[in-house]
């Protein structure tokens, strides 16, 4: 044990921690903050997102038909209201603009009339007309639940979305504006995690070989051993990584006030994703966590081995190249972002893991035999 502390010491030693700092806060600042600072992304979203707020506190987590009705019953007392504005602006009632229908059939090819409709939305920026447009965006979803079924899928596919319109399912008070907000972070954040993870693996052997310490190692059957105990050495450093950046981001994640959609489920109408399985928002957040964990130590596995074979430090960054890239890439899309959607085959994302993790394994075992064996 107090090897493996000893180890794990000489990993985050105060030069790398310094580089994961750096690291971790350009990446906020260029891809993360982003989305916790403009959520939700400008009108009509905010204004959706309120909407949608108010409904789960009227309504509850599902909105049947008559509480439909008592929400289109808002809409039209908001454009009551919306009326009384228009005819207490002189500019629109002396161009013939004094009733909502008529502001929402204006000729925008007209200048004069397209001047004062944006004056309406961006210069004085009326809630009353943003909120309208939010709630004929829902009001349009929740009578049109064949929208949901109307991509060319197969008969499995079109099975399971026949399932969720008929059990119900479909009529959850869940918008897609959150759904991808956190979709959008936790790629990024799980892209941070696997850089810092390749960074603090680099050391793990090469090190040790650049001090010549393995001369000494070897000689003896107790130090070749500690070629797989730097492997848990390595575990166990991203295992810190992966927590603390973790920790990190759901105390950030909690400034979107997203909590009370966490009891949702996610294949709403009012979302634009569909999964295979009924999962709630909370349950999806866990899903993508236990992925992030998994894909974690299976980067362990092939850092490791990265590690033991490059002679120097820049022939070790030459290799995590093309890995960073199928990582970053292919592996967030696929293995983090939109897991279990309904456009990908339901054993896509267990199958992947199973085969990502017994290969990864059998490369360090591999290389494992050849160091027992290897003549010093």
Same mark, same amino acid.
């Given at each position: 044990?107090?090897?493996?502390?000893?180890?794990?010491?000489?990993?985050?030693?105060?030069?790398?921690?310094?580089?994961?700092?750096?690291?971790?806060?350009?990446?906020?600042?260029?891809?993360?903050?982003?989305?916790?600072?403009?959520? !939700?992304?400008? @009108?009509?979203?905010?204004?959706?997102?309120?909407? +949608?707020?108010?409904?789960?506190?009227?309504?509850?987590?599902?909105?049947?038909?008559?509480?439909?009705?008592?929400?289109?019953?808002?809409?039209?007392?908001?454009?009551?209201?919306? +009326?009384?504005?228009?005819?207490?602006?002189?500019?629109?009632?002396?161009?013939?603009?004094?009733?909502?229908?008529?502001?929402?059939?204006?000729?925008?090819?007209?200048?004069?009339?397209?001047?004062?409709?944006?004056?309406?939305?961006?210069? &004085?920026?009326?809630?009353?007309?943003?909120?309208?447009?939010? @709630?004929?965006?829902?009001? &349009?979803?929740?009578?049109? !639940?064949? @929208?949901?079924?109307?991509?060319?899928? +197969?008969?499995?596919?079109?099975?399971?979305?026949?399932?969720?319109?008929?059990?119900?399912?479909?009529?959850?008070?869940?918008?897609?504006?959150?759904?991808?907000?956190?979709?959008?972070?936790?790629?990024?954040?799980?892209?941070?995690?696997?850089?810092?993870?390749?960074?603090?693996?680099? !050391?793990?052997?090469?090190?040790?070989?650049?001090?010549?310490?393995?001369?000494?190692?070897?000689?003896?059957?107790?130090?070749?051993? =500690?070629?797989?105990?730097?492997?848990?050495?390595?575990?166990?450093?991203?295992?810190?990584?992966?927590?603390?950046?973790?920790?990190?981001?759901?105390?950030?994640?909690?400034?979107?006030?997203?909590?009370?959609?966490?009891?949702?489920?996610?294949?709403?109408?009012?979302?634009?994703?569909?999964?295979?399985?009924?999962?709630?928002?909370?349950?999806?957040?866990?899903?993508? =966590?236990?992925?992030?964990?998994?894909?974690?130590?299976?980067?362990?596995?092939?850092?490791?081995?990265?590690?033991?074979?490059?002679?120097?430090?820049?022939?070790?960054?030459?290799?995590?190249?093309?890995?960073?890239?199928?990582?970053?890439?292919?592996?967030?899309?696929?293995?983090?972002?939109?897991?279990?959607?309904?456009?990908?085959?339901?054993?896509?994302?267990?199958?992947?893991?199973?085969?990502?993790?017994?290969?990864?394994?059998?490369?360090?075992?591999?290389?494992?035999?050849?160091?027992?064996?290897?003549?010093?």
């Amino acid at each position: 044990m107090r090897i493996l502390f000893n180890e794990i010491r000489k990993l985050f030693s105060i030069k790398i921690i310094c580089l994961l700092l750096l690291v971790s806060f350009i990446v906020y600042q260029q891809f993360i903050m982003f989305e916790f600072k403009y959520f !939700p992304n400008g @009108r009509p979203q905010l204004d959706g997102l309120r909407a +949608t707020q108010k409904m789960l506190k009227d309504y509850g987590e599902f909105m049947d038909n008559e509480e439909f009705e008592d929400f289109k019953g808002i809409k039209e007392q908001r454009i009551s209201e919306a +009326t009384e504005y228009l005819k207490s602006q002189k500019e629109m009632v002396a161009a013939g603009i004094d009733t909502y229908e008529e502001f929402s059939n204006m000729d925008l090819e007209n200048e004069k009339l397209a001047a004062l409709h944006s004056k309406i939305f961006f210069e &004085d920026s009326v809630d009353i007309f943003w909120e309208i447009q939010a @709630r004929d965006g829902i009001i &349009d979803r929740y009578e049109h !639940p064949e @929208r949901f079924n109307e991509h060319e899928l +197969t008969p499995k596919q079109n099975a399971r979305m026949d399932e969720l319109v008929e059990n119900g399912s479909t009529k959850a008070i869940f918008t897609d504006m959150v759904f991808e907000n956190y979709n959008a972070l936790i790629k990024f954040v799980a892209i941070l995690i696997f850089l810092n993870i390749m960074i603090i693996l680099m !050391p793990l052997y090469i090190q040790d070989k650049r001090n010549h310490v393995q001369l000494l190692q070897y000689t003896s059957k107790t130090g070749r051993k =500690l070629f797989s105990q730097k492997l848990l050495t390595g575990i166990s450093a991203a295992m810190i990584v992966i927590t603390a950046q973790l920790a990190f981001f759901f105390f950030m994640y909690r400034g979107n006030d997203t909590s009370m959609f966490f009891p949702l489920s996610i294949n709403s109408i009012f979302n634009s994703f569909v999964s295979w399985y009924d999962l709630t928002f909370f349950q999806y957040i866990v899903l993508t =966590l236990i992925c992030v964990y998994l894909l974690g130590i299976a980067l362990v596995f092939v850092g490791a081995w990265v590690s033991s074979i490059a002679p120097n430090y820049m022939t070790s960054v030459g290799l995590h190249v093309p890995l960073a890239f199928l990582l970053f890439g292919t592996g967030t899309t696929y293995l983090i972002q939109d897991l279990t959607t309904i456009y990908l085959n339901p054993y896509l994302v267990p199958i992947s893991f199973i085969t990502i993790l017994i290969l990864t394994s059998l490369l360090f075992m591999w290389r494992y035999r050849r160091e027992k064996v290897k003549n010093i």
